[in-house]
């Protein structure tokens, strides 16, 4: 069925496109696509799915940084590739992610600065309170033992309390919760007993395990010295209760 070209007037057959007489376009070609396919389609970047996958480890340093280089790079590759590329969505949410991974390191360094010191500091504090205690626990081991083994008086061996069932575990290995545990100044009176100890405890690493140094003889006084020293602990140390 013949129409009529709207520029010219000219008779044109249906399934003509143009105007003979005039050039005038009358329809728009369409584009046929295989089955199956569609025409607009176009292929996801691999760089932009990789942004996102590397942005989802949020909380890991290097996959953030990854994430953002891969995001640019993406969406750069995009915007060349003139609708053959897709995946701008993508590329996006991974730098969104990359960014925030990156933004979040100041404040878990700031959380890390701020707890780290508080928790060696806790952990001192536990360390000391529990070398206090093992040493009133060795102080009663030595009367126990004593009045156990009257021809022998006190001892200065570790083993020999831990023999006897006084003290167990750590304690009587002469190491526990970071701190070390000494026996000394048994020396043996003319009747052949001990009559004086000295038990002492410190720290195994100085600052990190513990502070201050404890110790305690046959008078039952336990003493502290806040710097750590053992022998100024016998010699000026502060009392505790």
């Given amino acids: 069925m013949a129409t009529v070209c709207p520029a010219c007037g000219n008779a044109v057959g249906a399934d003509e496109t143009f105007c003979r007489v005039c050039g005038r376009q009358l329809k728009v070609a369409t584009v046929t696509a295989a089955p199956g396919v569609s025409p607009a389609a ?30 640019h790079l993406s969406l750069s590759d995009i915007k060349k590739s003139a609708g053959r590329l897709t995946g701008q969505g993508l590329a996006i949410a991974g730098l969104v992610l990359g960014y925030a991974g990156v933004a979040f390191i100041p404040i878990v360094l700031i959380i890390a600065a701020i707890a780290i010191p508080n928790l060696l500091r806790a952990r001192i504090a536990a360390n000391e309170s529990s070398a206090m205690a093992g040493t009133r626990t060795i102080m009663a081991a030595e009367m126990s033992y004593a009045s156990g083994h009257p021809d022998e008086g006190f001892t200065c061996s570790l083993s020999n309390l831990a023999k006897a069932d006084l003290i167990q575990g750590a304690l009587a290995q002469g190491q526990k919760n970071g701190y070390a545990f000494e026996l000394s100044g048994c020396n043996q009176e003319s009747n052949g007993r001990s009559e004086h100890y000295q038990v002492l405890a ?40």
């Fill in 42 to 71: 176009g292929e996801t970047s691999g760089k932009a799915i990789a942004s996102l996958v590397f942005g989802l480890f949020l909380f890991f340093f290097p996959f953030s940084i990854v994430a953002i280089i891969f995001g």
């Fill in 202 to 241: 410190y720290p195994v690493r100085k600052n990190q395990t513990g502070i201050r140094a404890f110790c305690a003889d046959d008078s039952g006084v336990l003493k502290m010295d806040a710097a750590g020293s053992v022998q100024k602990c016998f010699e000026s140390g502060t009392n505790l209760k």
